[in-house]
Structure formats: structure tokens, C-alpha cells
């Protein structure tokens, strides 16, 4: 799929407004969406080092820059409604967790993709905001949790493809 296709797709799943969670803008279902269904595709510009609340991890060293359309305001949640799920070429898909009702926010776990902070990543300063009763209170990274979740995650292959398919 080309980067026009990809934000096209979004556009039509999705709408931008401001978060109710202080996350500042984040996406929200258009429409009502299945469990199993693939809610967002992201897309970007490769780099190969993390950048604060932008970049989204695919590989070992390979990140890449969404922009507005092609999952700039993916948000974190502590009790995600969606999870990812690598495509072909690497780039994530954000698939649905549970049925997701048309207007609620989209978020994921960023441990899904980010194996872990470096020091310039802000998520290590800031508290969640999610709100969930699940909130770990700070945004964990694929390291930051404990190893039978990272098992879990692993099995379910719910994360970016090289969290399961790399030593
Ligand atoms: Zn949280």
C-alpha cells in the first residue's frame, strides 16, 4: 500500500480531536469496529534511533516518523482497545482488541512496539494518563514488563514482529 492509500484508509476509520486524557490529539473511531478488525495502518519515514512521543518502533535500530494521517497521535493506554500486529513490510497495523464503539479514542501499549526508553524519550518523565484501572501509572516499554507478560505478548504476537521473532 502506498502512503496516500494508508492515510486515506485512516481517514475513513478515523477522525482527529483532542483527547479526554490530557494526551493532547489522539484518533477516534469513525465508525463501530469488530474485534479482529484492522482499525489503523502507520506508516512513515525510516530512522534508525527513537525520537520523544513520535517515533514508532519496527525493528532493532529501525524506527519510523508517522505523520498526521499515518499514526501521528497513537496514543498509549495501560488497557489498550487495539493491538499491533506487523505487516509485510514491517509497518504496524493497529488491529481491535475488543468491539470498539464509534466514537471512542484508539490507543495501544506502547510496550508493543518500543523494546525499550532510551534516555531522550519523555515517556520515562511523564506519568500515564490513561485513566484505566489497569494504569501501571508510568508508560511501560516491551522491558519494562515483567517477563510473563512479555511471554503473553509474544505467544498472542500481539507486538511488533521482531518483540517475537528475535533472541
Ligand atoms: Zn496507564
Redesign the pocket.
Known amino acids: 500500500m502506498t502512503e496516500a492509500q494508508i492515510a486515506l484508509q485512516n481517514r475513513k476509520n478515523t477522525l482527529v480531536g483532542k483527547s479526554s486524557h490530557k494526551y493532547g490529539l489522539t484518533f477516534f473511531a469513525r465508525k463501530n469496529f469488530k474485534k479482529g478488525e484492522v482499525v489503523m495502518l502507520g506508516f512513515g519515514k525510516i530512522i534508525d534511533h527513537q525520537t520523544p512521543h513520535v517515533s514508532v518502533q519496527i525493528a532493532c535500530n529501525k524506527h519510523f516518523l508517522p505523520k498526521k494521517w499515518t499514526g501521528k497521535y497513537w496514543n498509549?493506554?495501560?488497557?489498550p482497545n487495539t493491538h499491533v500486529k506487523s505487516r509485510s513490510d514491517e509497518f504496524p497495523n493497529l488491529i481491535a482488541s475488543r468491539n470498539i464503539k464509534k466514537g471512542e479514542e484508539i490507543n495501544y501499549g506502547y510496550w508493543m512496539t518500543e523494546f525499550m526508553w532510551t534516555q531522550n524519550a519523555d515517556e520515562l518523565k511523564v506519568r500515564?494518563?490513561?485513566?484505566?484501572k489497569?494504569?501501571?501509572?508510568k508508560?511501560f516499554s516491551f522491558s519494562n514488563l515483567t517477563e510473563q507478560e512479555r511471554e503473553k505478548l509474544k505467544n498472542d504476537r500481539f507486538c511488533s514482529k521482531y518483540l517475537y521473532t528475535q533472541p
Not at 128 to 132: A, I, Q, V, W, Y
Not at 134 to 137: A, V
Request: with cysteine; glycine share 14%.
Open positions: 498509549h493506554s495501560c488497557n500515564c494518563k490513561c485513566g484505566t489497569k494504569c501501571k501509572g508508560i
